[in-house]
C-alpha cells in the first residue's frame, strides 16, 4: 500500500488524536495484552497490497528488548499484511535517526520508533510529517517533539516510584531502618532510565535513604556484572540494597557479588530489586535472589498494528496507550501497597507472590 496522507492531513490527524488522549492507566490492557491481540489481520492488507512499516527498534540489549522485537514482527507479518522494514539500531541514536530518513527515502507506509534517547528528535520527525508519513512511538518516550500520532508503552517513573513505595513498606515490614542504596541504572538518555531513576529517588530522598552510587550499566547483563564488580570493590560492606534498572543488570549483578562474596536477596545482607520481570527475572524471584521485580511490558507489536489499522480506517487514535504492570515480590509479607503515581492518583496495588515463574511470566 502507498501511503496517501498529506502533510495537512496528517497535522489534522496529530491533532485529533491529541484530544483522545488517555492518562495513566485509562486504556491500559492486563498484562498478557490479550485484548489487543486479535485485530490485525482484519483491516491489513485487505486491499491486496501490503502495508509497509518501518521500525527503528532500539537494540538488542536484553531479554525484554528480544521479546519486544518479537512482538512486533509478529504483529506486522507477512501473513497479516505487511511489509516489515526493521532495522536494530545497536543502542546508537545517530543509526536510529539514519534509519528513520532511509524509511522516509524507502516511502513507507507507516513509521514506528522505539527511541533510544527521549530528545533530538524534533528535525527528523518533522521530515516524516512533511513526507506525510504517520510515526507511531512504542516503548520510551519522546521529550522534546510531539510531531507523531501516537505513542504506546510504559509509565517509567510510575514503575520508580512502584520500586520505592515497595522498599519503604518492605523495609517496615521487616525492621530495616537504615537505608544504603546503588543503583545500575540503564541506558542513559532513555525515558526509561531518567523515569525509574527519578521515581525512585523521589522515596529515597522522603525516607531519608542513602544513594550511595548510581552509574550506568546500559542494560545489559555485562554492564550490570562491571558496574557491579567496581561498586563490590568501592563500597564492601557499606550497602544493603541495590537497584538495577533492568532484569538483566539484575543477572550481571548477581554474578559480580556472588564472586565477591556479597549474599543477596531474601533475608541475606542486600535486598536486590530489579525490574522487567521477564522468565528469567521472575525465577530468580521465586528462589529468593531477586526481593522485589516491576513489570516492563514489552508485547507492545498488536497495539501498534491496531493503531495503523485505526489510521488507516481514518478513525481517531489514543494519544497515549498506557502498560498495565503487576509488581512481583519473592514473600508474602505484605498483599498490597498504596502509592501516589506519577499522576498524582493514589493507587493500590496488588503485590504477585511468585510462586511458579513460568506459569506467572507473560514472556
Ligand atoms: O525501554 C525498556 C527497557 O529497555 C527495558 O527495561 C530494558 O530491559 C530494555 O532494554
Redesign the pocket.
Known amino acids: 500500500m502507498k501511503k496517501r496522507i498529506f502533510a495537512g492531513i496528517l497535522t489534522a490527524l496529530m491533532a485529533a488524536s491529541l484530544v483522545a488522549c488517555g492518562g495513566a492507566g485509562d486504556s491500559a490492557p492486563a498484562a498478557g495484552g490479550d485484548d489487543a491481540g486479535t485485530t490485525t489481520e482484519a483491516g491489513a492488507g485487505d486491499d491486496g497490497e501490503k502495508i509497509i512499516v518501518g521500525f527503528a527498534q532500539?537494540g538488542h540489549?536484553?531479554?525484554?528488548?528480544t521479546a519486544s522485537t518479537k512482538s512486533v514482527q509478529d504483529a506486522f507479518s507477512e501473513a497479516n499484511g505487511y511489509d516489515l522494514e526493521f532495522v536494530d539500531c545497536d543502542n546508537d541514536s545517530a543509526k536510529q535517526i539514519e534509519a528513520v530518513r532511509q524509511f522516509i527515502q524507502d516511502d513507507v507506509d507507516y513509521i514506528v520508533i522505539?527511541p533510544i534517547v527521549s530528545t533530538g528528535w524534533d528535525t527528523v520527525l518533522t521530515e516524516c510529517e512533511d513526507a506525510g508519513i504517520p510515526v507511531i512511538v512504542i516503548?520510551?518516550t519522546i521529550e522534546d517533539s510531539d510531531k507523531y500520532v501516537s505513542w504506546v508503552g510504559?509509565e517509567f517513573m510510575n514503575e520508580g516510584l512502584a520500586a520505592g513505595a515497595w522498599l519503604k513498606a518492605y523495609a517496615e515490614a521487616k525492621g530495616i531502618s537504615d537505608i544504603n542504596v546503588l543503583v545500575i541504572e540503564?541506558?542513559n538518555g532513555?525515558?526509561?532510565q531518567i523515569g525509574r531513576t527519578d521515581g525512585f529517588k523521589k522515596y529515597a530522598d522522603e525516607e531519608g535513604w542513602k544513594i550511595i552510587d548510581s552509574q550506568d550499566g546500559d542494560?545489559t547483563q555485562d554492564g550490570g556484572q562491571k558496574v557491579m564488580e567496581s561498586y563490590c570493590k568501592s563500597y564492601a560492606g557499606k550497602f544493603n540494597v541495590v537497584v538495577c534498572?533492568?532484569?538483566?543488570e539484575a543477572f550481571g549483578a548477581m554474578d559480580a557479588m556472588k564472586a565477591a562474596g556479597v549474599e543477596y536477596g531474601v533475608d541475606k545482607d542486600v535486598i536486590l530489586i530489579s525490574?522487567?520481570a521477564c522468565k528469567a527475572g521472575l525465577e530468580y524471584v521465586q528462589a529468593g535472589d531477586i526481593n522485589a521485580d516491576f513489570m516492563?511490558y514489552?508485547l507492545q507489536g498488536e497495539y501498534c498494528a491496531q493503531i495503523i489499522q485505526q489510521l488507516k480506517n481514518g478513525e481517531d487514535v489514543e494519544k497515549q496507550t498506557f502498560m498495565t504492570e503487576p509488581w512481583y515480590v519473592a514473600e508474602d509479607i505484605l498483599p498490597s501497597i498504596t502509592y501516589t503515581n506519577n499522576s498524582g492518583k493514589e493507587v493500590t496495588e496488588d503485590l504477585v507472590v511468585v510462586t511458579d515463574a513460568a506459569s506467572q511470566a507473560s514472556y
Open positions: 532500539v540489549e536484553s531479554d525484554w528488548r522505539d516503548d520510551r510504559s540503564g541506558s532513555s525515558s526509561a542494560f534498572q533492568n532484569d538483566n525490574f522487567d516492563c514489552p
